[in-house]
């Protein structure tokens, strides 16, 4: 026995150094660095001064009242949205597989290439979109340029972007429903309307949950999809600056890694409150 | 008014888009309030022909008629049916009474929630169900599961009830407990009902008629003992019974039935029970195990090669002529493996079969 427990750290060794090494240190590391002040190379002990100087730093305020705008209105619009196309293409069309591999696309396509095209289509001037909206006599606003339309098109971009993933996985859970169950409640005469509420969305609630925790962890991490947008800024004037983005900056730019270390707590600790709530609210759902 | 025809088939036939002709031409009827199994091996057709009758696919040709007017163009949820699930498919995510509620609660069937509720409860009495009122179906043992379904295709008051293998996901002891409960329940409230079932015994047990399909057609309409006892054909005599029949070929010649090792005159056997004539050529004769039996003046020569015990009874098998048959005997009998006896059928209780399988005898 004794020596089986021995093999068996043996066995594990791999996995642990690599899991301590790339995952736990690098928590541990940012968590000691967010009370340290000075460069890289020569770090000292600050106490909690990072944190004084996130908390009074309106940029700091800017970037995470962004970020929580950007996840609490692109999750759910997003999510909205793919439910209801994976419904439809499951319900209504008959080559499936040809929808699932054209909205899966995108999510195997970088998100920097999709925001270069995107940066064209939302041009002001001689954009996609625009051309649209003017073409229905709608108003057509300056999407990139504008500092206060950038938080909308970033939401708007976010909510294009993850489509593609929980439409896939909202076609498995479809899927996985059992067609009798439909059979029985068109045996009753139910009509769509209530064959979706009363028996679809109940079933989807485990995935439903699933997608809410991964779209709001990615969305309070979101950076790439501002950097690819506007060219590498955080919008015009940082208008549309994220809490990732505020963290690199402090980072690299201004080189006080410090703060954005304490930054990066105080992100960890928002994200983990979310989720925690969030599960809760669906365990509370999933019960009724 | 129909009630000697209150579920009427007729000409039925289903030939499915790759052209596999699953039914052939069937006709049958039920009577009100009775309780009639579909019998077959797997393939026969007998869910293709469930299927149709709930709507659930359209035939190629024929009529099906509920009291007397046609249905087949009328779409499941006003054919007033109930339907039973071979995996009962309960909602996982509603208690029982919402389940059962579920069929009072949509489509333009849709009443006042306090009176759904009431006629949800009197079912669930009726099916003893109350006590799981608000619990989840995966927390129901199968048998009180299959309830739950019986109740919730029972709420709307159909005119027919419509079950599709019910017991084959419950284990055999429950299985025996179900059936019976089934057939009380099913009695109790009235309903017409067709059951689909592969398991003869089953069939048997809780059939007031039973039909019994093979490739498509109808072998036999009948009583479950005349299955038994007068089979139409040569496969309704293989299919039904336990142990199964003993068949011996045979050749029928100058007025003799000549087996391996036996003869039988044919002025011995019962005049009234010719279906045809019985002209010169080669036959099946099968024997029920319990019509061949031990006895000195026997004519059919053979070895025990084994015994087996089936509580009250035990069954020889012998080897005659390359093919293992049985004998039925009661417990008591004194013969062992390897011992060398004669064995005596019943003349009356033959059946000789065409090699068609066309029952003659």
């Known amino acids: 026995m004794k020596q089986n427990q021995k093999r068996a750290w043996l066995f594990l060794a791999p996995t642990i150094i690599f899991v301590t090494g790339f995952s736990i240190f690098p928590i541990l590391r940012a968590f000691v660095m967010s009370f340290q002040g000075g460069p890289l190379i020569a770090l000292d002990w600050t106490g909690f001064s990072n944190y004084q100087y996130i908390f009074k730093d309106p940029e700091f305020w800017t970037a995470i009242k962004n970020t929580i705008i950007y996840a609490l209105v692109s999750v759910p619009v997003a999510l909205a949205i793919s439910i209801m196309l994976a419904w439809l293409i499951f319900s209504k069309v008959k080559r499936k597989s040809f929808f699932e591999t054209t909205f899966f696309m995108p999510y195997v396509t970088s998100t920097i290439a999709i925001g270069i095209v995107f940066r064209y289509i939302f041009n002001g001037d001689y954009g996609l979109l625009n051309f649209v909206l003017k073409a229905l006599h709608l108003p057509a606003p300056n999407w990139i340029d504008d500092p206060s339309m950038s938080l909308t098109t970033i939401i708007i971009f976010g909510v294009w972007t993850s489509l593609a993933f929980n439409i896939v996985i909202l076609m498995g859970a479809l899927r996985n429903i059992d067609p009798n169950y439909y059979t029985i409640a068109d045996m009753y005469g139910a009509s769509g309307t209530e064959k979706f509420w009363r028996i679809t969305m109940p079933q989807l609630i485990p995935t439903i949950a699933f997608l809410l925790t991964m779209n709001i962890i990615a969305a309070f991490k979101v950076y790439t999809s501002v950097y690819a947008l506007f060219n590498g800024q955080a919008g015009v004037g940082n208008s549309a600056t994220t809490a990732v983005f505020y963290i690199y900056n402090k980072f690299q730019i201004v080189g006080t890694p410090g703060v954005a270390m304490a930054a990066t707590v105080v992100l960890f600790l928002i994200i983990l409150f979310i989720t925690f709530l969030q599960r809760k609210m669906m365990k509370k759902i999933g019960e009724q | ?361």
């Open chain 2, 1 to 361: 008014m129909n009630d000697e025809n209150f579920v009427q088939v007729k000409n039925l036939r289903k030939v499915y888009e790759n052209g596999h002709e699953a039914i052939k031409d069937v006709s049958f009827s039920v009577k009100k309030g009775d309780l009639v199994c579909l019998l077959g091996p797997s393939g026969c057709g007998k869910t293709t022909i469930f299927n149709m009758l709930a709507g659930l696919l359209t035939p190629t040709s024929g009529d099906i008629l509920f009291d007397g007017k046609s249905v087949v163009k009328t779409a499941p949820k006003d054919r007033q049916i109930g339907y039973v699930f071979q995996n009962y498919a309960l909602y996982p995510h509603m208690t029982v009474l919402q389940n059962v509620m579920f069929p009072l609660t949509v489509g333009k069937n849709k009443r006042p929630k306090a009176e759904a509720e009431k006629v949800a409860r009197k079912y669930m009495n009726l099916t003893q169900i109350d006590e799981f009122a608000d619990q989840k179906p995966d927390q129901l043992s199968g048998g009180q599961q299959q309830r739950v379904a019986i109740a919730r295709a029972l709420v709307q008051e159909p005119k027919i009830l419509l079950m599709d293998e019910p017991l084959s996901n419950l284990d055999a002891r429950l299985r025996l407990k179900i059936r019976e409960e089934i057939r009380s329940l099913v009695k109790k409230v009235g309903i017409t009902t067709l059951f689909v079932t592969h398991d003869q015994e089953e069939a048997l047990s809780i059939g007031d008629k039973i039909i019994l399909f093979n490739d498509g057609v109808i072998q036999q309409d009948d009583l479950g003992q005349n299955l038994y006892s007068e089979p139409n054909n040569y496969f309704v005599a293989n299919f039904v019974g336990n142990p199964v029949i003993d068949n011996f070929s045979v050749e029928v010649k100058d007025g003799k039935v000549t087996g391996s090792d036996f003869e039988i005159a044919v002025s011995d056997l019962k005049q009234d029970r010719f279906k045809h004539e019985l002209k010169d050529g080669k036959y099946v004769l099968s024997v029920r195990p319990e019509n061949i039996l031990p006895a000195e003046s026997g004519n059919v020569k053979v070895t025990i090669q084994d015994i087996e015990l089936i509580g009250r009874e035990r069954i020889l098998k012998f080897n005659h002529d390359g093919i293992q048959a049985r004998s039925l005997v009661d417990l008591e009998t004194p013969i062992k493996a390897g011992d060398n006896i004669n064995l005596k059928m019943r003349l009356d209780r033959i059946f000789i079969f065409t090699p068609e399988g066309e029952r003659v005898y």
